[in-house]
């Protein structure tokens, strides 16, 4: 997750929460599968860790960063019991150039769509400042074809607001309808997979 006073952030995974699966995302599990991860990875908004370690099982030099140090110390401890080698930090989305560092793949699970019309150029600003030029973001965020606004999960995303948001500095090589798995919706929620090229 990101910036939000610290507070909330270690309040935010006191007890089980719809994202936390315990496993990777399957539309990013494709994506590993396919082998299109590649390179250094760096997992924004990493959670417990979940789709770094699955970069690690595969032998990547990964990266998870999150706000929440609940978080960032549950990522740690499923490292060591899985014996996987990851590095996680507690670190602001929106300050990505902050790390110094430059990833060939950089993942964004379940972030976009948390950010307001204000944070989101610099949040798309900062995702280009860490990626390679050349390297590819993988993108699942709500889609708008998710119904029921406001019942469950955050504000639904447009294919157009995602192409206005990359219009600079990135080339757009796929939206594709997918899903979210959640422990809340049996089927899961109506998302979009993203696909890009920074330029």
């Not at 944070?119 to 798309?124: F, G, I, L, Q, S």
């Amino acid at each position: 997750m990101t910036d939000t006073p610290h507070g909330s952030q270690e309040e935010l995974y006191s007890g089980p929460l719809p994202w936390d699966i315990g496993r990777p995302q399957p539309a990013f599990l494709d994506l590993a599968q396919a082998g299109v991860i590649q390179g250094r990875v760096l997992d924004v908004g990493c959670g417990t860790g979940e789709h770094t370690l699955m970069c690690a099982a595969l032998d990547l030099d990964a990266t998870g960063v999150d706000l929440a140090p609940k978080a960032i110390n549950l990522a740690q401890d499923k490292a060591r019991e899985r014996g996987l080698t990851a590095r996680f930090l507690r670190h602001n989305a929106l300050r990505l150039a902050e790390l110094g560092e430059s990833f060939d793949t950089v993942l964004d699970s379940l972030v976009f769509h948390i950010f307001s019309d204000d944070n989101r150029a610099a949040y798309v600003e900062s995702l280009r400042s860490a990626t390679k030029p050349g390297g590819r973001l993988f993108l699942l965020c709500f889609s708008d074809r998710q119904p029921g606004e406001g019942e469950y999960g955050p504000r639904r995303v447009t294919q157009q607001e995602i192409t206005a948001a990359f219009a600079e500095g990135w080339k757009l090589d796929s939206i594709k309808a997918g899903t979210i798995d959640n422990t809340v919706i049996p089927d899961g929620v109506l998302a979009w997979l993203v696909a890009l090229t920074r330029s």
